[in-house]
């Protein structure tokens, strides 16, 4: 078996038994990521930094000091910001852009013992569904079935593709709409965006503050288990992020759900759902009532209401943060002509530097945000959120301990086939993933079937508040039941 389609946790195992060297995994996973470069998944690789983690790992192994990742190389979406290494968040505005700082999350990777292997593609500032928005081009899904090239979702697409690959034992995603979980179901691997607040964004380039979180995206539950732990904590960086301890995630995996309450949320039965995600939805929760869960109907009322509301709430957010790309402070700056001003710095280097996605999201967040629009837009969208958040608190406390739901409304689709003549069609590919958002609750991607393509299908569940453990012991108990093996195409 080639050491990079291990496991996190079998490669855990293996380095620990010193079956398998840090060095020799790392090495196993440059050769992958350098016979793969038609996916166009890592956009900055960094084998030296790679190598040296490996020898350290090595040395800290050797010495009876392994902590958590000791020795796993992994993939850093290049929304992070890695100190002296590109850090571009796809966007020809941060060309050139090396941060004086790590991000707390990669820190944390690092402290325990991870090893970069180079920086991940992604839609340009995560705004996207299907990584065509990158200044890199797009990721190519790795799932090749015919002659189609298809997406690996977005924004978090090298990660997903770069995972589902092989290319790296698992990847960092950051999830303001879905970005964790609509490309880890295009894919056919796990993904966790957790609690608002239990990752820090301290050092991850902004896009929509209040919706951003940062989770793991790997080959199964117990390797999300195991990256989240090491990713989660309090970080005084970063105001929002809660101060609460991280318990052991992995030792929530039990496997046993019996007695538990999965709530099946009946405005999630949109028109034009395909058959086959509807089927697998009833499937998946029939494998959890053959694991001994109830299944329950719920309702929330306001879920109709999430997707304009994301849409509001998130360009206004990224109107405001992306103010700060001027062409001073950051990488690019546009050539300017005998006689420009100050203005028409700011203006021609905008123009250049940002994509026409990231341009449409930065106008329609200044309109929502005027003063004419406010209360119309941002302010209604901020009540609609407080009411979607509210069905999930009535849910929960009902007694419902998870919620289950389809991840995306479809499989992964071609590249170029969709919102090329209308944005709003690829905004509609969230309708499963904003909500949770807006409510800042934890939900998983889990891979369960196959379409009649052959491409994956995921599910997802959405966990209460602080209870990642026991949404992960859920994710676990399904991932079992589906017994989802299969893997893409071989590109290495
Ligand atoms: N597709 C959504 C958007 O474009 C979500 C992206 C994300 O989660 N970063 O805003």
Redo the contacts with the bound molecule.
């Keep these: 078996m080639n050491a990079n389609t291990m496991t996190i946790a079998q490669a855990r195992d293996a380095l620990r038994a010193r079956e398998i060297s840090a060095v020799d995994l790392t090495m196993s996973c440059l050769t992958a990521i350098d016979a793969s470069d038609a996916l166009n998944a890592f956009v900055h690789r960094t084998p030296e930094i790679a190598l040296d983690q490996a020898r350290a790992a090595d040395a800290r192994l050797a010495a009876g000091d392994a902590p958590g990742l000791c020795g796993i190389p992994l993939g850093i979406k290049d929304v992070f910001c890695t100190k002296g290494v590109a850090s571009q968040a796809g966007s020809n505005i941060l060309r050139g852009f090396k941060p004086e700082y790590e991000s707390t999350v990669t820190t944390k990777l690092f402290a325990d013992g991870a090893v970069m292997l180079g920086k991940l593609n ?2 340009e ?5 299907s990584n065509e ?1 990158s200044c890199y081009g797009p990721a190519v899904n790795p799932w090749k079935v015919d002659e189609v090239l298809r997406t690996p979702g ?3 697409g090298g990660s997903a593709a770069a995972v589902a690959a092989d290319l790296c034992l698992g990847a960092t995603g ?7 979980r ?1 490309p880890a179901a295009f894919t056919g691997i796990t993904g966790i ?1 957790p609690t608002y607040g239990r990752v820090s964004r301290w050092g991850v380039i902004a ?2 503050s209040s ?2 979180q940062a989770g793991p995206m790997t080959k199964t539950v117990r390797d999300a288990a195991i990256m989240l732990r090491s990713m989660s904590g309090h970080d005084p960086m970063d105001s929002t992020s809660a101060d609460l301890a991280v318990p052991d995630f992995e030792a929530a995996l039990t496997g046993d759900i019996r007695g538990q309450k999965i709530g099946i949320p009946r405005e999630y039965r949109i028109d034009g759902i395909p058959a086959e995600i509807a089927k697998l939805w009833s499937d998946g929760a029939d494998m959890l009532r053959g694991a001994g869960a109830q299944i329950v109907d719920i309702s929330l009322p306001h879920a109709k209401y999430a997707l304009p509301t ?2 509001v709430i ?2 206004a957010e ?1 109107s405001s943060n992306l103010a700060r790309y001027d062409g001073v402070r950051y990488g690019h700056r546009a050539s300017l002509a005998a006689g420009d001003g100050i203005t028409e710095m700011y203006e021609k280097t905008r123009a250049s530097g940002f994509g026409p ?1 990231v341009q449409r ?1 930065i106008m329609v967040g200044t309109y929502v945000l005027s003063a004419g629009f406010y209360d119309a837009y941002y302010n209604r969208a901020r009540r609609v959120r407080a009411l979607i958040k509210r069905d999930f608190e009535l849910a929960f406390a009902d007694g419902i301990d998870t919620i289950l739901a389809p991840a995306t409304p479809s499989s992964a689709f071609g590249l170029g086939e969709m919102g090329a003549s209308d944005p709003v069609e ?2 509609l ?2 309708v499963f ?2 909500t949770l ?1 807006l409510a800042g609750l934890p939900g998983v991607a889990v891979p369960v079937g196959l379409d009649k393509k052959g491409l994956p299908m995921g599910l997802q569940l959405i966990g209460q508040p602080w209870a990642e453990g026991a949404l992960l012991n859920h994710a676990y108990a399904l991932e079992r039941a589906a017994g989802f093996v299969s893997k893409p195409h071989k590109w290495w």
Aim: aromatic fraction near 14%; charge should be negative; proline fraction near 3%.
């Design positions: 992604m839609d500032f995560a705004m996207g569904s928005s977005g924004s978090s950051t999830d303001t709409g879905g970005s964790i609509q965006k896009y929509a919706l951003d994301y849409y998130a360009p990224a996605e999201r690829m905004y590919n969230d993933t904003v958002n």
